[in-house]
């Protein structure tokens, strides 16, 4: 099937399964700006044809999903907030492949827009909303769901269904893809100039709340959720050298939970406020993603390209 016909069907498709009026966006391309303030400048580049594919994957974020496995050697992780106020974290795997992670869960329709800065990802999810799924399928991405890839899954025994489904990384990919793969528009080395010195940020979504505190012996921010210390499975303490918090439109997605929720839809393309926390200090920032097949670049008041402490990256989307 050709790209443009591929293209048509989706939209088709697409057109039946949702209700109410907008702009229409799949992840698969551009779409207009939107009222949170796209100026229309020049983005970081798309990623090349020939650029490596990180392993991206959906991991369970409620109580009852931790500790998790293999968080702590996740290049990036994001944070989202999904029906109920509750979070869900999408961990990407770039320059090291623990042996498992999880629990593994399913995906949302603003994954396909934040997944379109990376160049041919694979994505490791549990499934998603029935209308939705086939969005994933014809995505610009390689989908590894257990209906898929099932020698890449198991069932953990420590804890109930559906908290319990991990993933081998290693029988998706023979080995880490490499840095080049975060496409992401990010940018590392030295700190900018000023900001302002902080101990610790806390992150509230209605039913969740992020926790980052500064060890200045560790040089990093130590990762709590919902009040207590984020530990893996292994008893490792999850860090992060720098974390975002990138405030952004979360409107109602076309989609609905089992109980007739509309899931959020957090809108990455476009520009807002953020916070860049690295090396104890917090950075005041203006985010920008121009383009969905581009990177998002965090400058200061002046203009000036922010950038991160290598490490571990979290950014946790906040309303607003």
């Not at 979070?87 to 492949?97: N, P």
């Not at 490499?178 to 900001?195: E, V």
């Amino acid at each position: 099937m050709t790209t443009a016909l591929l293209a048509t069907v989706l939209a088709g498709a697409l057109a039946t399964a949702c209700s109410g009026g907008g702009p229409l966006d799949d992840g698969r391309g551009d779409t207009p700006p939107r009222a949170n303030g796209t100026d229309g400048g020049s983005a970081p580049a798309s990623p090349a044809p020939g650029a490596p594919s990180p392993l991206v994957v959906k991991i369970d974020n409620v109580p009852g999903a931790r500790p998790h496995t293999g968080l702590d050697t996740a290049d990036l992780v994001y944070a989202e907030q999904v029906e109920g106020g509750l979070s869900r974290l999408m961990a990407v795997y770039a320059t090291r492949l623990p042996d498992a992670v999880g629990p593994v869960r399913s995906a949302r329709e603003s994954d396909l827009e934040l997944l379109r800065q990376f160049h041919d990802p694979t994505l490791a999810f549990s499934g998603a909303q029935k209308r939705l799924l086939p969005l994933f399928v014809g995505a610009p991405l390689r989908t590894a769901r257990p209906e898929e890839k099932a020698a890449a899954y198991y069932r953990g025994t420590d804890r109930p269904l559906p908290h319990n489904l991990y993933l081998r990384p290693r029988r998706l990919l023979a080995s880490a893809p490499g840095a080049d793969a975060l496409t992401t528009g990010f940018r590392y080395g030295a700190p900018p100039a000023g900001g302002t010195p902080e101990a610790t940020r806390t992150v509230r979504f209605p039913q969740a709340r992020f926790t980052f505190d500064w060890s200045g012996e560790q040089r990093r921010w130590l990762v709590s959720m919902d009040g207590a210390p984020t530990v893996t499975a292994g008893g490792r303490r999850v860090a992060a050298s720098t974390v975002v918090v990138q405030y952004v439109n979360v409107r109602a997605s076309r989609y609905q939970d089992y109980l007739g929720n509309n899931t959020p839809y957090t809108e990455t393309v476009g520009s807002g406020a953020a916070k860049v926390l690295r090396d104890g200090k917090s950075f005041d920032t203006t985010w920008k993603r121009t383009l969905a097949r581009g990177g998002t670049e965090f400058t200061t008041k002046d203009g000036t390209p922010v950038n991160f402490a290598p490490g571990q990256v979290w950014v946790v989307f906040a309303r607003a």
